[in-house]
């Protein structure tokens, strides 16, 4: 979008970084954009095949690759460049896979990026997000959906995050969302509770990890189910690979690090206290720690060290809620003990291993106490009702984004509402800065580096703010019951009508067209005009974008 709309050199020409390795492997494999094999009709417009331009592109390659390889080995055709040199990469791979056998293939170490956290006067923390080469990111999650597959069957169906494909689907955090609904409805009087793991990744220790992952093959076996050799050794590279203790922490405070990555100087969070505190004097020493993050292994891995601790939890009794979206739980009993022992079994599961987690607290007047009861991450077991009736009811629970209420009804966690507006506000600024914002926030030369005139630039970011809030919506199928793609509003699909969630929804289509409107004054010394050709229709000029393409259209 800002390259059709600008000449600044900011963005008149696509700059790949040197640095960026993985593109300049890629690239060479495929074709030009300008020879992708196009979609028929039928692909395009199939709403249940391809959702989103990130599927479409994937099968525009593909069909590019099928027919080239059916011209050249069917009508002798001379293969084109980029076909050799796929051919060839992927018979690399397979090399290396299969060097796994033999005890040669290396998993390189990742790079780690630290990605912000949070920042709190000026005290900067970070997370260790793991980068691995082309290659070996290929080979793994090729390797994380095998072992997703293979294992899936011994996982319970309370855990919705990373699961296997059943019934032509794959759970999701809506199931989860709904499965919590389903048992409000059912009992009237219930009470819940939440306990938050701490720092999951950063402390998973990789030998009891490993006495895991040979218990659950060993349990798989009775089944029926063999996991290859390959898949064992390539388990164990992984974790040596990486550890916490070893490969992150050394980083921290560390300025020129910090410096190289292009963020301000801060540190990578940590628990040595609490790990120390719970295990041994000598733990961080004596033991790898932590997975890495970024990679699709790793959330296997908390399926995999946590199924225990599932099993545990629903024996506890057979009518008890227990919903677990990675290392995110919820449990609830319309018995208050029997929800006390539930809790307690998981917090037990969670020291047997090896983990640690954020120690629930009690709230007695959550009208005098909201503020924080949102800020804990666990929680004591709480009377799920109405705050008016006893002051120790508390009537919100919150889970994967969504909120819900005693009564059923659903809202949106304020934190998700703030990073879309803060969307909405960079969408229009990429815009400005590509027409040559300055230090002062003016736009002095916009006459010079602009291609559109004010209408089309406005229009151009309409229609970015559009796909990106309700996806690509038109006129004559927004009220069909379509699959969106990608967008904010097909994250939250299960939103349903009630105050608070008008209220929230009205509030994104408010700062939506605060955009604007904004962007549309600041233009508006622009008088530069274009060809004919690319004017807009008149219909399209003073066109109003309303309820089809609103947020608060698309709720239930």
Known sequence: MSRDISLHNRTNKIIISNKDLDFKTIQPLFPTRRNWKKLSQKERLDPNRLTNSLEKNQMRLWKSYKLEKYLVNFKNKTPEDWYIKLLKYCDEIR????????????????????????????????????????????????????????????????????????????????????????????????????????????????????????????????????????????????????????????????????????????????????????????????????????????????????NNIDKAVKEVDKDILYVRYCDDMVLAHKDVNICKKALEVYKEGIKENYLLYHEPKSFKNYKNSANDFWKVKSKEPYFFGNKYVDEKNIPWLSFVGYQINYKGELKVRKSSIKKEISKQIEETQKILVSLGLDKDRKLPDINKYSRKTVNQIVFSLQQRLISMSVGRVTIYNYNKNLEQGLCWTNGFHLLNENKIVLKQLKELDKRREQQILYLKRIISHLDIETNDVDDLPKYMEELYFGVPYSYFNHIK
């Open 95 to 306: 090399k290396k896979v299969n060097d796994i056998s033999k005890d040669k293939y290396i998993l390189n170490k990742p790079s780690i990026f630290p990605l912000p956290k949070s920042n709190e006067k000026g005290n900067y923390i970070y997370r260790p997000i793991a980068k691995y080469t082309l290659e070996d990111k290929i080979i793994t999650s090729l390797f994380s959906k095998y072992l997703t597959i293979n294992f899936d069957s011994v996982f319970l169906d309370c855990s919705y995050a990373f699961r296997a494909r059943k019934n032509g689907a794959v759970p999701n955090h809506h199931d989860s969302i709904i499965e919590i609904l389903k048992y409000r409805k059912k009992n009237k009087k219930i009470w819940v509770s939440e306990c938050d793991i701490q720092k999951f990744f950063d402390t998973v220790q990789h030998t009891h990890l490993i006495k895991i992952f040979n218990e659950t093959i060993n349990e798989l076996s009775l089944k029926g189910i063999k996991i290859s050799s390959n898949a064992i050794k390539l388990f164990s590279l992984f974790l040596d690979s990486y550890s916490f203790n070893n490969d992150v922490l050394t980083k921290n405070n560390t300025s020129k690090y910090f410096k190289k990555s292009g963020v301000p100087v801060g540190q990578f969070g940590w628990v040595e206290k609490e790990l120390v505190a719970n295990y041994s004097k000598d733990y961080i020493k004596d033991y790898k720690i932590g997975v890495p993050q970024g990679n699709a292994v790793s959330c296997f891995i908390a399926n995999l060290i946590l």
